[in-house]
T-cell receptor
Framework: NSKVIQTPRYLVKGQGQKAKMRCIPEKGHPVVFWYQQNKNNEFKFLIN????????QIDMTEKRFSAECPSNSPCSLEIQSSEAGDSALYLCASSLDTNTLYFGAGTRLSVL | GEQVEQRPPHLSVREGDSAFIICTYTDSATAYFYWYKQEPGAGLQLLMS?????DRKEEQGLTVLLNKKDKRLSLNLTAAHPGDSAVYFCAVNSNTGYQNFYFGKGTSLTVIP
Protein backbone atom coordinates (compact mmCIF):
# COMPACT_ATOMS: atom_id res chain seq x y z
CA ASN A 1 0.00 0.00 0.00
CA SER A 2 1.19 3.45 -0.88
CA LYS A 3 2.55 5.60 1.90
CA VAL A 4 1.64 8.71 -0.02
CA ILE A 5 -1.86 9.72 1.02
CA GLN A 6 -4.07 11.69 -1.32
CA THR A 7 -7.48 13.10 -0.50
CA PRO A 8 -10.16 13.15 -1.65
CA ARG A 9 -10.18 10.11 -3.94
CA TYR A 10 -12.94 11.62 -6.04
CA LEU A 11 -13.87 15.23 -6.64
CA VAL A 12 -16.78 16.53 -8.71
CA LYS A 13 -16.96 20.21 -9.58
CA GLY A 14 -18.86 22.48 -11.89
CA GLN A 15 -17.08 24.64 -14.41
CA GLY A 16 -15.71 27.75 -12.80
CA GLN A 17 -15.56 26.22 -9.34
CA LYS A 18 -12.42 25.77 -7.30
CA ALA A 19 -11.09 22.25 -6.93
CA LYS A 20 -8.68 21.47 -4.12
CA MET A 21 -6.82 18.26 -3.48
CA ARG A 22 -4.31 17.31 -0.84
CA CYS A 23 -1.30 15.08 -0.48
CA ILE A 24 0.65 13.83 2.49
CA PRO A 25 4.06 12.68 1.25
CA GLU A 26 5.81 9.64 2.59
CA LYS A 27 7.46 10.43 5.91
CA GLY A 28 10.92 11.86 5.43
CA HIS A 29 10.48 12.63 1.75
CA PRO A 30 11.29 16.28 1.08
CA VAL A 31 10.41 16.23 -2.62
CA VAL A 32 6.84 16.26 -3.91
CA PHE A 33 5.66 16.09 -7.51
CA TRP A 34 2.18 16.60 -8.96
CA TYR A 35 1.15 15.05 -12.25
CA GLN A 36 -2.03 15.09 -14.26
CA GLN A 37 -2.89 11.77 -15.95
CA ASN A 38 -5.50 12.05 -18.68
CA LYS A 39 -7.74 9.34 -20.08
CA ASN A 40 -5.16 8.62 -22.80
CA ASN A 41 -2.60 7.77 -20.11
CA GLU A 42 -0.54 10.84 -20.83
CA PHE A 43 1.23 12.29 -17.84
CA LYS A 44 1.61 16.02 -17.57
CA PHE A 45 4.06 17.36 -15.03
CA LEU A 46 2.47 20.20 -13.09
CA ILE A 47 4.79 21.27 -10.30
CA ASN A 48 7.34 19.98 -7.85
CA UNK A 49 8.57 21.07 -4.45
CA UNK A 50 11.55 20.51 -2.28
CA UNK A 51 10.41 21.05 1.26
CA UNK A 52 8.28 24.17 1.01
CA UNK A 53 9.95 25.63 -2.06
CA UNK A 54 8.72 25.31 -5.62
CA UNK A 55 11.43 23.75 -7.79
CA UNK A 56 9.69 23.78 -11.17
CA GLN A 57 6.22 24.37 -12.56
CA ILE A 58 4.66 24.66 -15.96
CA ASP A 59 2.94 27.79 -17.23
CA MET A 60 -0.54 26.32 -16.77
CA THR A 61 0.11 25.65 -13.12
CA GLU A 62 1.45 29.11 -12.53
CA LYS A 63 -1.53 30.76 -14.20
CA ARG A 64 -4.44 28.61 -13.09
CA PHE A 65 -3.40 26.58 -10.09
CA SER A 66 -2.45 27.38 -6.55
CA ALA A 67 -0.09 24.91 -4.92
CA GLU A 68 1.83 24.73 -1.69
CA CYS A 69 3.65 22.34 0.59
CA PRO A 70 3.65 23.99 4.02
CA SER A 71 5.71 22.47 6.80
CA ASN A 72 3.74 20.15 9.08
CA SER A 73 0.66 20.27 6.83
CA PRO A 74 -0.44 18.39 3.74
CA CYS A 75 0.64 19.65 0.36
CA SER A 76 -2.23 20.98 -1.71
CA LEU A 77 -3.07 21.66 -5.32
CA GLU A 78 -6.04 23.85 -6.16
CA ILE A 79 -7.49 24.74 -9.51
CA GLN A 80 -8.83 28.26 -9.20
CA SER A 81 -11.50 27.97 -11.89
CA SER A 82 -12.17 24.44 -13.12
CA GLU A 83 -12.60 23.72 -16.81
CA ALA A 84 -13.92 20.58 -18.50
CA GLY A 85 -10.41 19.85 -19.77
CA ASP A 86 -9.16 19.61 -16.19
CA SER A 87 -11.03 16.34 -15.71
CA ALA A 88 -8.27 13.83 -15.01
CA LEU A 89 -6.50 11.82 -12.36
CA TYR A 90 -4.18 14.01 -10.31
CA LEU A 91 -1.25 12.10 -8.93
CA CYS A 92 1.01 13.19 -6.14
CA ALA A 93 4.39 11.53 -5.74
CA SER A 94 7.09 11.95 -3.15
CA SER A 95 10.78 11.20 -3.18
CA LEU A 96 13.90 11.32 -1.05
CA ASP A 97 15.58 13.07 -3.95
CA THR A 98 14.40 13.45 -7.54
CA ASN A 99 15.49 9.97 -8.58
CA THR A 100 12.61 7.68 -7.66
CA LEU A 101 8.98 8.67 -7.30
CA TYR A 102 6.47 6.98 -5.02
CA PHE A 103 2.91 7.73 -6.01
CA GLY A 104 -0.31 8.09 -4.11
CA ALA A 105 -3.61 6.65 -5.28
CA GLY A 106 -4.62 9.91 -6.92
CA THR A 107 -7.58 12.25 -6.88
CA ARG A 108 -9.97 11.75 -9.78
CA LEU A 109 -11.46 15.10 -10.74
CA SER A 110 -14.59 15.34 -12.84
CA VAL A 111 -15.59 18.77 -14.04
CA LEU A 112 -19.20 18.83 -15.20
CA GLY B 1 13.25 16.64 -25.04
CA GLU B 2 13.13 12.98 -24.16
CA GLN B 3 10.74 10.75 -26.12
CA VAL B 4 9.55 7.47 -24.65
CA GLU B 5 7.73 4.93 -26.79
CA GLN B 6 6.08 1.91 -25.20
CA ARG B 7 4.64 -1.17 -26.87
CA PRO B 8 2.43 -3.00 -27.14
CA PRO B 9 -0.46 -0.82 -25.98
CA HIS B 10 -2.52 -3.92 -25.21
CA LEU B 11 -1.37 -7.40 -24.31
CA SER B 12 -3.36 -10.51 -23.49
CA VAL B 13 -1.71 -13.66 -22.15
CA ARG B 14 -2.88 -16.87 -20.57
CA GLU B 15 -2.21 -17.57 -16.93
CA GLY B 16 1.26 -19.04 -16.55
CA ASP B 17 2.61 -17.49 -19.73
CA SER B 18 5.11 -14.65 -19.93
CA ALA B 19 4.27 -11.06 -20.76
CA PHE B 20 6.87 -8.87 -22.45
CA ILE B 21 6.73 -5.09 -22.66
CA ILE B 22 9.30 -2.83 -24.26
CA CYS B 23 10.12 0.85 -24.14
CA THR B 24 12.53 2.89 -26.17
CA TYR B 25 13.90 6.28 -25.25
CA THR B 26 15.93 8.89 -27.08
CA ASP B 27 18.19 10.69 -24.63
CA SER B 28 21.47 8.84 -24.17
CA ALA B 29 22.07 10.81 -20.96
CA THR B 30 19.09 9.14 -19.31
CA ALA B 31 20.28 7.61 -16.10
CA TYR B 32 17.31 6.14 -14.23
CA PHE B 33 14.64 3.76 -15.41
CA TYR B 34 11.43 2.55 -13.80
CA TRP B 35 8.50 0.24 -14.25
CA TYR B 36 5.19 1.02 -12.60
CA LYS B 37 1.94 -0.89 -12.32
CA GLN B 38 -1.44 0.83 -12.19
CA GLU B 39 -4.50 -1.13 -11.20
CA PRO B 40 -7.98 0.23 -11.98
CA GLY B 41 -8.79 3.29 -9.92
CA ALA B 42 -5.38 3.32 -8.26
CA GLY B 43 -2.13 5.21 -8.44
CA LEU B 44 1.20 3.97 -9.77
CA GLN B 45 2.92 1.24 -7.83
CA LEU B 46 6.69 1.13 -8.30
CA LEU B 47 7.69 -2.34 -9.45
CA MET B 48 11.37 -1.85 -10.11
CA SER B 49 13.91 0.88 -10.56
CA UNK B 50 17.11 0.39 -12.51
CA UNK B 51 20.10 2.65 -12.74
CA UNK B 52 22.12 2.98 -15.91
CA UNK B 53 25.02 0.86 -14.63
CA UNK B 54 22.76 -2.21 -14.51
CA ASP B 55 21.91 -4.33 -17.57
CA ARG B 56 19.62 -6.85 -15.94
CA LYS B 57 17.61 -6.98 -12.75
CA GLU B 58 15.32 -9.71 -11.50
CA GLU B 59 12.87 -9.53 -8.61
CA GLN B 60 9.87 -11.68 -7.74
CA GLY B 61 9.01 -12.96 -11.19
CA LEU B 62 9.95 -9.74 -12.95
CA THR B 63 12.97 -9.28 -15.19
CA VAL B 64 14.07 -5.86 -16.41
CA LEU B 65 16.62 -5.58 -19.20
CA LEU B 66 18.37 -2.35 -20.09
CA ASN B 67 20.14 -2.00 -23.43
CA LYS B 68 21.80 1.39 -23.35
CA LYS B 69 23.28 1.02 -26.81
CA ASP B 70 19.85 0.60 -28.37
CA LYS B 71 18.16 2.80 -25.75
CA ARG B 72 15.72 0.04 -24.91
CA LEU B 73 14.15 -1.00 -21.64
CA SER B 74 12.05 -4.10 -21.24
CA LEU B 75 9.94 -5.81 -18.62
CA ASN B 76 9.22 -9.52 -18.62
CA LEU B 77 6.63 -10.97 -16.27
CA THR B 78 7.19 -14.69 -16.00
CA ALA B 79 4.30 -16.97 -15.10
CA ALA B 80 1.66 -14.26 -15.18
CA HIS B 81 -1.45 -14.67 -13.05
CA PRO B 82 -4.78 -12.83 -13.12
CA GLY B 83 -3.66 -10.48 -10.36
CA ASP B 84 -1.05 -9.12 -12.75
CA SER B 85 -3.80 -7.67 -14.95
CA ALA B 86 -3.20 -3.91 -14.90
CA VAL B 87 -1.66 -1.11 -16.92
CA TYR B 88 2.13 -1.07 -16.87
CA PHE B 89 4.15 2.07 -17.46
CA CYS B 90 7.80 2.57 -18.10
CA ALA B 91 9.35 5.82 -17.00
CA VAL B 92 12.76 7.38 -17.40
CA ASN B 93 14.48 10.15 -15.54
CA SER B 94 16.70 12.06 -17.92
CA ASN B 95 17.54 15.02 -15.71
CA THR B 96 17.11 17.27 -18.72
CA GLY B 97 14.54 19.96 -19.14
CA TYR B 98 12.41 20.95 -16.22
CA GLN B 99 10.22 17.88 -16.03
CA ASN B 100 12.59 15.13 -15.03
CA PHE B 101 10.35 12.14 -15.58
CA TYR B 102 9.03 10.91 -18.90
CA PHE B 103 6.43 8.18 -19.08
CA GLY B 104 5.43 5.68 -21.72
CA LYS B 105 1.75 5.57 -22.64
CA GLY B 106 1.19 2.29 -20.91
CA THR B 107 0.51 -1.35 -21.73
CA SER B 108 -2.82 -2.74 -20.67
CA LEU B 109 -2.13 -6.34 -19.66
CA THR B 110 -4.91 -8.89 -19.35
CA VAL B 111 -4.09 -12.29 -17.90
CA ILE B 112 -6.71 -14.85 -18.85
CA PRO B 113 -7.31 -17.59 -16.26
Amino acid sequence: NSKVIQTPRYLVKGQGQKAKMRCIPEKGHPVVFWYQQNKNNEFKFLINFQNQEVLQQIDMTEKRFSAECPSNSPCSLEIQSSEAGDSALYLCASSLDTNTLYFGAGTRLSVL
Amino acid sequence: GEQVEQRPPHLSVREGDSAFIICTYTDSATAYFYWYKQEPGAGLQLLMSVFSNVDRKEEQGLTVLLNKKDKRLSLNLTAAHPGDSAVYFCAVNSNTGYQNFYFGKGTSLTVIP
